[in-house]
């Protein structure tokens, strides 16, 4: 067996101390006599686990009281219209910033549900940047103001929290959720879909401020409503409960660790590593605006595209997978989330450096 | 390590066999150097694993050509609501079987979206029955009849396939699908989730006639559209995807059982072992009509309530976890689905005899 370094942008690489476990686990759970994907989700041994998801999580983001934490089906892709459907109260319209493809995403789908507002975007400057924020237009009638925290596909990642100028903010935070300290009493709603750092893909966690819940719309299904899952701890129906178990340890990894501030520092690391060796070389460009670039997605473009398919070859030769950048942007990504080694990157900036050396 | 026989209702046992694949695979699948759960859904790995999944539910079930297969989230809870959401196409009603609590939820559900007609119902009987067929109340404008192939809870199941009057027929078979052969062209669209007789929580299995979709509701948010899953080979965004893994290894340990056919034959001697046993004892009762006694999900009674708690203590203490029935029905309930070996059941059998024979 030869574990390599994985740069996916999700489903992406675990801690392999969580694989382990999960492995050492699979045929039985703590002297249970089955597997945790065998257990009824009403049981003790499941309801153990999922209380200590909630509390994990609790601790590691400093949730407050007054906040729900909901684990959810259907990605965030299905929260770009269940978050319109819970939070629109009555209200017709919701504001959005757009800083990339996510962004459009979730504009596209709210607005089926009410009408969509661009408070600011960045497609004319290719979605290098985040807005200028003295020039957005945000609508005091908007039901929210809506932003992607971290653009996966064209590694663009706000280094603050917006003012939402009194609006509830509503955050897609699944690719860079756990990977900085934020302050969550400044927001209405997070959500994330798991796979990037929280564990594999199929749940989707959403933290949500309890006042802005029960008012949904009547045509919501119940397994989408915040409020009646809120009341069920997130069993209305059966959960995904396996993926909850792996959440649970991706998180048990993160706090022996030493909890999102001592990860966040580990992540700048990793990112200054890898942004300073592509901006010290003349084969390797990052186009984004320098105080905005992802510390999770590192998208880089060769100057001599012809040079791409080797660079692949030679990559996976070496042992690193999934360099290969998005379609609509080309060129390669490395995606360095949570659970990514600095080794990983520091092995990687030397195949980049070795390979500009003997083939550029 | 010892395992037990569990009697779970869902998530349920799953073959040993699968999860020691799944253990020896935890850290590297097939030279990939990474785990399922860390591969990227679009890459060549994980492509090949949704195709064979595909493929073996094609085959073990001989899903016409005219069917289109998707593996998709939120549970069959979830899909009480996309059904009409999908199926309506314009026509304001839906015809349902009401056989007991899943019916009920998916009549409770399907009316939000549409008048559900209650075609016809074993309420009165108390769940115990199957409706006589000959006074079904089936509206020939109705877009779909709905019935529930098994009751979990009430133990109830269909040994036939209902005539639906030229209406597409459409069942929910969560906790009896793959457990005997039925004719799928006689449906318009099955679905089920996973966690009973085909893997994990995570995945909802939907099988629809390609020419019932693509007239969604416009409100209907992308990731539940059929027509829009279909085109996206159900990857529209990020699927669950290490749960598409574990209902892949089921096919594949259910193919080298024989297939659905052995698998039945089997599921007929295990479930008349155990409902002889309990006819036949003086303490144990079941109160189903005999032709539509479940072969899945055995609900008895003790006919003295105050041994109940004695019987769940020695049934643990011996082996054999969660058999207390639902609350709604109360006594025991032993699901013994297409895992659970029939040296369960007969280890089952033996300690019920035993504990009658010493405490009744």
């Given at each position: ?7 996916s ?8 101390a ?5 492995r050492?686990?699979m ?14 989700h009403?049981?003790?041994h499941f ?7 909630e509390v994990?999580?609790?601790e ?5 009281e007054n906040?729900k ?12 219209s269940?978050i ?9 319209k919701?504001c959005?910033i757009n ?8 504009i596209?789908?709210?607005g089926?549900f009410?009408e969509?507002?661009?408070?600011a ?6 979605f290098t ?14 039901a ?6 971290n653009?996966?596909?064209h590694g663009?990642?706000?280094?603050f929290?917006p003012d939402?100028?009194?609006l ?13 300290k934020?302050?969550?009493s ?9 796979q990037?750092n929280?564990g ?8 949500v ?6 008012e949904?719309d ?13 009341k ?9 409960s ?5 959440v ?21 690391r ?13 084969l ?10 992802s510390?999770m997605?590192v ?5 001599d ?9 030679q ?11 998005h379609?609509?942007v ?5 995606s360095?989330?949570?659970a ?5 990157v520091?092995a990687?900036i030397?195949?980049m ?8």
């Amino acid at each position: 067996m030869a574990r390599i370094y994985n740069f996916s942008a999700g489903p992406s690489a675990l801690p392999e101390a969580v694989l382990r476990q999960a492995r050492d686990e699979m045929l039985e759970w703590q002297a249970s006599g089955m597997s945790v994907m065998e257990m009824s989700h009403r049981g003790k041994h499941f309801s153990t686990i999922a209380e200590q998801l909630e509390v994990d999580l609790r601790e590691l983001m400093a949730i407050p009281e007054n906040y729900k934490v909901l684990f959810l089906q259907g990605g965030a892709t299905g929260q770009f219209s269940f978050i319109p459907l819970n939070l629109l109260r009555g209200k017709t319209k919701a504001c959005y910033i757009n800083t990339g493809a996510w962004s459009e995403k979730a504009i596209k789908d709210g607005g089926r549900f009410c009408e969509a507002i661009v408070s600011a975007s960045s497609e004319s400057e290719k979605f290098t940047t985040i807005p200028d924020v003295t020039g957005w237009q945000i609508d005091p009638n908007a039901a929210y103001l809506h932003y992607t925290s971290n653009e996966t596909i064209h590694g663009v990642e706000f280094p603050f929290i917006p003012d939402a100028q009194g609006l509830p903010l509503v955050a897609d935070m699944s690719s860079n959720i756990l990977s900085r300290k934020i302050d969550v009493s400044q927001f209405g709603l997070i959500y994330a879909g798991t796979q990037k750092n929280m564990g594999p893909a199929g749940v989707t966690v959403v933290i949500v401020r309890d006042d802005l819940i029960g008012e949904a719309d009547s045509r919501l299904p119940d397994v989408f409503n915040y409020a009646v899952q809120a009341k069920n701890q997130s069993m209305l129906n059966t959960p995904a409960s396996y993926n909850w178990y792996l959440v649970g340890l991706v998180l048990k990894w993160l706090k022996s660790a030493g909890g999102v501030d001592a990860i966040e520092a580990v992540n700048i690391r990793k990112a200054a590593s890898l942004y300073d060796a592509i901006d010290s070389s003349s084969l390797y460009t990052n186009p984004v605006q320098t105080e905005f670039r992802s510390r999770m997605n590192v998208p880089f473009i060769l100057s001599d595209a012809s040079l791409d398919k080797e660079f692949l070859t030679q990559a996976e030769a070496n042992g690193f997978a999934e360099l290969k950048g998005h379609r609509s942007v080309g060129g390669m990504r490395a995606s360095i989330y949570n659970a990514m080694p600095e080794e990983g990157v520091n092995a990687l900036i030397e195949f980049m450096a070795e390979f500009e050396r003997t083939r550029a």
